[in-house]
Antibody
Framework: QLQLQESGPGLVKPSETLSLSCTVS??????????WAWIRQPPGKSLEWIGS???????YDNPSLKSRVTISVDTSKNQFSLKLSSVTAADTAVYYC????????????????WGQGTLVTVSS | DIVMTQSPDSLAVSLGERATINCNSS????????????LVWYQQKAGQPPKLLIR???TRESGVPDRFSGSGSGTDFTLTINSLQAEDVAVYYC?????????FGQGTKLEIK
C-alpha cells in the first residue's frame, strides 16, 4: 500500500522560504504511471493545487504560485520536495503531498493517495 | 481558471435519509473525444486528508459504500448519499481535472440533524 509522509518545519518567518519533503513508501517514486503533487489547505478553507512533478524532473505548476514555487525530486531517496519563497501569512496552511496518475501541460489528474498533511504557520 | 461552485455550503440530514450535494463548473469538464467528465468527489473528515470517493463523475472507488453515487455531465454534477450514516459526517469537495490548474469547490459540510 502506497504511503506518503510530509516532513519539514512547522513555523516559517515571513519573507523566508518554506521547505517541505515528502517520502514515498510502499512503491517507487520512479513509477512510470505516477506523478507527485503538492496541495495545500488554509485553515477552514478549501484545497489549492500547488504543482506536480514526474520522476524525470518535469514539473507542472499552478500559475498563481509559479514564480515562488520550486518542486524537485530525489529518486535515490524516494522523495520529492517543495520550496515556496517569500512567504506571507496567506501561505499558512496544511500542506499535503499526494500521488496523481497522470499529468500533462493541459491537465493533471486527481490525487488518489495522500499524506496526512503538515501544518505550516507563517509568523514572526 | 475553471471555477467550481458547490451548493449548499452546509447541510444537515437525519440518519437514514438522503443527502444531495451539487457542484457546478464555470465551463464544461466533459472531454468530447472520450465522453468522460473530468470531475471527482472527495470526502474529508476532521483532521484527515481528503479521501477519493468518485472519479469520472460517477465511478465509485473500490471500498466506497454503494450508498455514495455521483451523477451529472458537462457543468452540473451531484453527489448523492443514500441512507445517511453517522460516519458520513464530513466536508465534501468536488474537483475538476479537465484543465490546469485543477480546481476545487469550496466544500459542503454535512452534519446529522
Amino acid at each position: 500500500q502506497l504511503q506518503l509522509q510530509e516532513s519539514g518545519p512547522g513555523l516559517v518567518k515571513p519573507s523566508e522560504t518554506l521547505s517541505l519533503s515528502c517520502t514515498v513508501s510502499g512503491g517507487s517514486i520512479s513509477s512510470s504511471s505516477s506523478y507527485w503533487a503538492w496541495i495545500r489547505q488554509p485553515p477552514g478553507k478549501s484545497l489549492e493545487w500547488i504543482g506536480s512533478i514526474y520522476y524525470s524532473g518535469i514539473t507542472y505548476d499552478n500559475p498563481s504560485l509559479k514564480s515562488r514555487v520550486t518542486i524537485s525530486v530525489d529518486t535515490s531517496k524516494n522523495q520529492f520536495s517543495l520550496k515556496l519563497s517569500s512567504v506571507t501569512a496567506a501561505d499558512t496552511a496544511v500542506y499535503y503531498c499526494a500521488r496523481q496518475g497522470y499529468c500533462s501541460t493541459t491537465n493533471c489528474h486527481f490525487s488518489d493517495y495522500w499524506g496526512q498533511g503538515t501544518l505550516v504557520t507563517v509568523s514572526s | 481558471d475553471i471555477v467550481m461552485t458547490q451548493s449548499p455550503d452546509s447541510l444537515a440530514v437525519s440518519l437514514g435519509e438522503r443527502a444531495t450535494i451539487n457542484c457546478n463548473s464555470s465551463q464544461s469538464v466533459l472531454y468530447s473525444s472520450n465522453n468522460r467528465n473530468y470531475l471527482v468527489w472527495y470526502q474529508q473528515k476532521a483532521g484527515q486528508p481528503p479521501k477519493l470517493l468518485i472519479r469520472w463523475a460517477s465511478t465509485r472507488e473500490s471500498g466506497v459504500p454503494d450508498r455514495f453515487s455521483g451523477s451529472g455531465s458537462g457543468t452540473d454534477f451531484t453527489l448523492t448519499i443514500n441512507s445517511l450514516q453517522a460516519e458520513d459526517v464530513a466536508v465534501y469537495y468536488c474537483q475538476q481535472y479537465y484543465r490546469n490548474p485543477q480546481t476545487f469547490g469550496q466544500g459542503t459540510k454535512l452534519e446529522i440533524k
